[in-house]
């Protein structure tokens, strides 16, 4: 089955340094990549759609300039997370989609990043 | 996301009992999903809906789509404690991305 890995499993910052999250697909190529944002006890946000080559569409109230977004090829997506503050601390997951998936729309989600700024 | 209205928010059940959560759109459906999570872990992916009246089975597990493509349930039967965890129905609203609902937490009463 189609595998999405992310990299760091789980980060330690503190404020005002940025950190990057990777999210690779390990078995395909996806021309699109989902980033989505989950706060404790509540449901996945998405933030932004990663298509390669291109530049990323942020949803509505999510900064680009804050969350920089880099779809650098087919199998691999960045999220930086520029200036870091307490408050977005959160768990990251990331989403992958086939573009040679049979499947309508199907999209393979990451183990999700956890991060933590002090 | 408002689009995407999920019940109920949490449920507790005893173990063998029968349980339903619900997914309601405002929307017609182009794709319906639905997820297990763990707090603090990824996705597990149970099952994806698309055709109006779809109804799929995994193990204990039935999930249904509604001929409008408006609303599907989840059904869970004799659960066990490993149904534990957190449920989420994902949309495909716009042909383009995924939306979540905000998910139910089932526990499991042993």
């Known amino acids: 089955g189609a595998v999405v890995s992310q990299h760091p499993s789980w980060v330690i910052c503190k404020s005002g340094t940025s950190v990057k999250i990777e999210c690779r697909s390990l078995?395909?190529?996806?021309?699109?990549m989902f980033w989505y944002r989950q706060f404790p006890k509540q449901s996945l946000m998405l933030m932004a759609t990663?298509?390669?080559?291109?530049?990323?569409?942020?949803e509505q109230g999510v900064e680009k300039d804050k969350f920089l977004i880099n779809h650098a090829s087919l199998t691999l997506s960045t999220l930086t997370v520029t200036s870091a503050h307490p408050e977005d601390s959160s768990f990251y997951i990331c989403?992958?989609?086939?573009?040679?998936?049979?499947?309508?729309?199907?999209?393979?989600f990451g183990p999700g990043t956890r991060l933590t700024v002090l | 996301s408002q689009e995407l209205e999920q019940s109920p928010q949490s449920l507790i059940v005893q173990e063998g009992k029968n349980l339903t959560i619900n997914c309601t759109s405002s929307k017609t459906l182009y794709g319906l999903y639905w997820y297990k999570q763990k707090y603090g872990e990824g996705l597990i992916f149970l099952m994806m809906?698309?055709?109006?009246?779809e109804e799929k089975s995994h193990e204990k597990i039935t999930a249904k789509l509604d001929e409008k493509k408006q609303q599907s349930s989840l059904h869970i039967t004799a659960s066990q404690p490993s149904h534990a965890g957190i449920y989420l129905c994902?949309?495909?609203?716009?042909?383009?991305?995924?939306?979540f609902g905000k998910g139910t937490r089932l526990h499991i009463l042993p």
């Open positions: 809906l698309q055709k109006g009246g």
């Open positions: 990663s298509n390669e080559g291109s530049k990323a569409t942020y």
């Open positions: 989403s992958a989609r086939s573009s040679g998936s049979s499947s309508y729309n199907e999209q393979f």
């Open positions: 078995d395909f190529q996806a021309t699109t």
């Open positions: 994902g949309a495909d609203l716009t042909d383009d991305k995924i939306i």
